[in-house]
């Protein structure tokens, strides 16, 4: 772990000498991230928890991508704000739990994606539950695509959920990005569960015209499966 950490730092300083800029420093990094082989994913772990923001977004992309079960914990922590810390080779989230610092919203939603590209339907209740308590849009819709990763029923009450709070809401408060995301997610899973929610949506007065359009062009690829 502390080679590849040394091959970050050096990667960073040929950077700085070579003028280039933050962004493209950044960029650079994340690239050398996303090509780190399955085998390393305690280095990709260490980064979630100790690294910069844009090491720590690229890691839990570079877990998702890998698509391994074995990082369903870690990508859950990350999700959700927490961490328990304890020999990861044996067994992960074992011992105490603490607070993961600096953790943003990118870096959030992220993890949240990287669970659906696992598509395990165990990490259905984590995401649908995290639509709920987080307060960031972002985080929102990214779980609401993992959900449509997923692509099972049960997803279909979570996706229901957010949308019936989004519709509870006065007009200038109701975010339209997370009521979409959500309907796109029906339509990935598209099953019959999610009729009564898409038809509310076509009836409600506060969204914009092009949501509920959105929602009838679901309806119908519902429909024929059905």
């Given amino acids: ?29 994340e690239k050398y991230i996303s090509k780190l082989p399955g085998s390393d994913k305690e ?21 998702g991508n890998l698509r391994s079960t074995e990082a369903e914990d870690i990508l859950i922590a990350a999700m959700t704000y927490t961490w328990a810390w304890n020999n990861f080779d044996k067994k992960y989230l074992t011992g105490k739990k603490k607070l993961i610092p600096e953790l943003d919203e990118e870096v959030r939603a992220e993890a949240a994606l990287s669970l659906g590209k696992l598509r395990d339907s165990k990490n259905i209740y984590a995401i649908g539950n995290t639509i709920m308590v987080d307060k960031s849009s972002m985080v929102k819709q990214y779980c609401l695509r993992a959900l449509g990763l997923i692509n099972k029923q049960e997803c279909v009450q979570y996706i229901e959920k957010a949308i019936k709070y989004e519709l509870s809401l006065n007009k200038n ?21 999610g009729f009564s ?25 519902i429909r024929w499966d059905w």
């Fill in 197 to 221: 929610i898409l038809i509310e949506v076509t009836q409600n007065e506060k969204l914009d015209p092009n949501i509920k359009n959105e929602a009838l062009e679901t309806l119908e690829k």
């Fill in 43 to 63: 280095s990709l772990i260490n980064m979630i928890r100790d690294g910069r923001k844009y090491m720590k977004r690229a890691a839990v992309e570079r877990l």
């Fill in 1 to 29: 772990m502390k080679t590849k950490y040394f091959i970050i730092i050096f990667c960073l300083m040929t950077n700085l000498l070579l003028g280039n800029t933050e962004k493209e420093i950044n960029e650079n990094v």
């Fill in 173 to 193: 408060l109701l975010d339209n990005n997370v009521v979409i995301t959500a309907i796109k997610a029906l339509g990935s899973i598209r099953h019959k569960d």
